[in-house]
């Protein structure tokens, strides 16, 4: 049996029972000396903590990695990490340590402020297996022989920032021949009620460092640095200070008219560092337990004027593989391109969150859900989101419905936090959607008893099929009469979904030999269909509400009559035209819109909607000076400035979503069977875009796609992956199977 499944069982739970559970406590530090008789062979250091946690040993820090071992859903399990220590052990006398934090466990989360959401006290579980090379075995268990005292850090959130005292520090403190002055016996913690569970998805760690491209001082000893980038992270501070100098890091994304941090949009969340100085020469120092989204810091407490050194911007997300690539011939479709790989990075941080700067930074079910295919490109997400989905399982209601955020913290406001449509519908859609990317039938199997309950919690709660009003509908929408939502009526956006989160069941259900649940889903996905048509469709091919988003969910889910089809586009055409070729779309609608627009063979429409440059579009924020995606079209606009701040982030991945269009389309990568087992190379150029390379890696090797246009000649080279069946697809050419292998060939466009 392995250390992690048996931890609990030689070790206890451990921290400090006198520590305050209100206000922003210090961090403890924990330690436990302990003698080896020998050389060792190997030797392995299990641990989770109830929050989060660095762990030592003789002097080192264990890994790379930061705030682990993640956000879990505490009340249900928690997260346990295996690392190999071997080489960090002596013969002889050795120290193992751990500094605590709060974490999401004990720190703030929400809008409200709130602490302690699921504990009142930080605590540490940890074994270290150790085998001699003459093969004896030992084993070191957290118990009540640890002992404890507090430090430098005296006080950490991971909204609030943290704050370190360098006055306070222990010197070498997890070292065999570090001092005892100070410390006292560490407290045991009743048994973890939960599960204790291997950690599925990879740690956070730093994955790029940034220099600041700019410094300048708007308000008099208030230095700006800007690293030119969005991001989620953190500053590397470097300083010689004199004893007791106070310096003070406030974070922002973007600049106020006067060049200071613009910080409104952080609402409750502070957001700042505070680094005190011991003096005596340079001192480093790196935040542990919090992070922060930002683009600027204002730096004030220094002495003199900054260089460039003072600060680094370290670049914190999950450590997934990196996957594929586009570049094509337009320099602003490459930078939007860049946001959404960035708005990506500074969101996949342990839960795919909503945004990394302000009093949230939840794992919103609706943004991840919209998102993933795109985020399937840029990265390897599978085991991210066999992870997620875990916390989202662990929300799921007793009556099947999905919670809005996974893990949940919403849950116990009320009932109106579960069962959102398009939310609570990413139970069903993210694991097809993992499974169609990768071919990875066991996420299926892991959440298929979720998404059978989850459906039927929807038919249960409809009436005559019909799903009542939820929370959300197209959320901020452009054309909303009411704050927020569109004209599309919630019903027809939850009672839609609920017709293609039924029909994905009846798919998944046959694919894993529930043949009676998948003829049962047939059944009701047609009479969802038929109760839509009656509820929302006119015979002319009108939809309820006669905005984007209602066309676009009733073409995009096959929910209309074949003979309704064509009068219903022509419907959605004529409102995108009224608009000057502008979206008036929000979460829900924007990333059907270019996919339905091609799909009925007007990928033109669908070029120059992309391709605008004012409000509101994807290239507007381009052209405003945007690194990553923002929350809203109208974030900041040159009329009004900035956007309502009670709801504004500058990185907020959503409307990214456009990104899967962007592949599949100008770079000409598609999908015809899971697992890219089956590719479809369909490239189509339009609007003066001359050039295109895409690749992807896929589970049986890399597809490549590079086009270029000269007059009326279009040149593609293709790369088929060994064994993989592939079709192209070229305007003016006929669709053509393709070969394992490297492919070159012409077609002639009806115009240049």
């Known amino acids: 049996m392995s250390p992690t499944n048996t931890i609990a069982t030689r070790a206890q739970w451990i921290g400090d029972r006198q520590r305050p559970t209100t206000g922003e406590p210090p961090c403890p530090y924990l330690r436990r000396s302990f003698h080896l008789p020998g050389p060792v062979r190997r030797a392995t250091l299990t641990w989770t903590a109830l929050g989060v946690a660095d762990m030592h040993l003789n002097g080192a820090k264990i890994g790379g990695d930061f705030l682990m071992p993640g956000w879990s859903d505490f009340r249900e399990r928690a997260q346990v990490l295996e690392y190999d220590v071997t080489k960090l052990l002596l013969a002889g006398e050795n120290m193992l340590g751990a500094i605590l934090g709060d974490g999401w466990y004990t720190g703030t989360l929400l809008w409200k402020n709130e602490r302690n959401h699921y504990g009142t006290h930080p605590q540490l579980l940890a074994r270290l297996d150790v085998e001699l090379r003459d093969g004896r075995r030992i084993t070191l268990g957290s118990d009540k022989a640890w002992e404890m005292r507090y430090g430098p850090i005296v006080q950490s959130d991971i909204y ?100 200071t941090v613009y910080r409104e949009n952080l609402r409750l969340a502070r957001v700042i560092d505070t680094y005190i100085c011991r003096g005596g020469g ?37 450590d997934m593989q990196p996957a594929g690539k586009f570049h ?29 700067q302000r009093d949230e930074r939840l794992g919103w079910t609706g943004d991840a859900q919209v998102f993933i295919g795109t985020a399937a490109f840029h990265y390897d997400v599978r085991r991210f989101f066999h ?16 919670p809005d955020v996974a893990p949940d913290v919403l849950g116990k406001y009320g009932p109106h936090q579960f069962g959102n449509a398009a939310w609570a519908d990413a139970g069903v859609i993210c694991p097809w959607e993992i499974y169609q990317h990768y071919g990875d039938k066991s996420i299926l199997a892991d959440n298929y008893d979720a998404m059978v309950r989850w459906i039927e919690c929807q038919r249960r709660t409809a009436k005559n099929l019909i799903r009542p009003r939820t929370a959300y509908g197209d959320w901020l929408a452009i054309d909303a009469v009411v704050p927020n939502h569109a004209p599309v009526p919630c019903d027809l956006v939850g009672t839609a979904y609920f017709a293609h989160t039924t029909s994905l069941l009846t798919k998944i259900a046959g694919l894993l030999g529930h ?37 676009l969910l009733a073409l995009a889910f096959d929910l209309l009559p074949s003979r309704l089809r064509q009068k219903a586009f022509a419907h959605l055409v004529d409102l995108v035209e009224a608009r000057n ?53 109208n974030s900041y606009t040159k009329e009004e400035g900035f956007g ?76 088929v992956p060994e064994g993989v069946r592939a079709e192209l697809r070229l305007p003016g050419r006929k669709a053509a199977p393709l070969a394992s292998g490297r492919h070159r060939l012409t077609t002639k466009l009806s115009r240049p």
């Open 387 to 402: 992870k997620w989905l875990q916390d989202l399982r662990d929300g799921q209601r007793k009556d099947g419905a999905f």
């Open 581 to 633: 070729c502008h979206l008036t779309t929000g979460f829900v609608g924007t990333p059907l819109l270019l996919p339905v627009l091609t799909r009925f063979g007007r990928t033109d429409l669908a070029y120059k909607i992309l391709l605008q440059e004012d409000y509101p579009s994807w290239l507007y924020t381009v052209r405003n000076g945007a690194t990553t995606m923002w929350e809203r079209w």
């Open 160 to 259: 609030h920032g943290e704050t370190y005292d360098a006055r306070q520090e222990l010197g070498e403190w997890c070292v065999p021949s570090a001092s005892s002055d100070g410390w006292r016996k560490v407290d045991v913690f009743p048994a973890y009620r939960g599960v204790l569970q291997p950690k599925l998805n990879e740690p956070v760690r730093v994955t790029q460092i940034l220099h600041p491209r700019k410094i300048t001082e708007p308000a008099p000893k208030a230095f700006v640095f800007d690293f030119g980038q969005n991001i989620a992270g953190l500053c590397r501070l470097k300083v010689r200070g004199r004893r007791g100098q106070k310096i003070v890091l406030k974070f922002g994304e973007m600049l106020n008219a006067d060049g």
């Open 515 to 551: 043949k009676d649940d998948a003829r049962r889903f047939q059944k009701l996905h047609a009479q969802i269909v038929v109760a839509f048509q009656k509820a929302y469709v006119t015979p002319d091919g009108r939809v309820v509400g006669h905005c984007q988003t209602a066309y």
């Open 282 to 318: 340079e001192e480093e120092w790196t935040p542990r337990f919090t992070f922060h989204g930002f683009r600027y810091v204002e730096v004030t407490g220094l002495a003199g004027q900054p260089d460039a050194s003072l600060l680094t911007a370290m670049v914190l997300h999950t």
């Open 328 to 356: 094509c011939s337009n320099p602003l479709l490459n930078r939007l391109n860049a946001n959404i790989r960035w708005g990506l990075r500074g969101n996949f941080l342990d839960v795919p969150t909503d945004c990394p």
């Open 644 to 719: 309502p701040v009670g709801m504004n982030s500058f990185n907020h991945y959503a409307y990214g979503a456009v990104g899967e269009w962007m592949y599949g389309v100008i770079g000409g990568i598609r999908p015809l069977a899971p697992g890219f087992k089956k590719i479809l190379f369909a490239p189509e150029p339009g609007d003066g875009i001359t050039s295109a390379e895409t690749s992807l890696p896929t589970p049986h090797g890399l597809a490549e796609c590079c086009w270029r246009v000269r007059g009326r000649t279009m040149v593609v080279d293709v790369t």
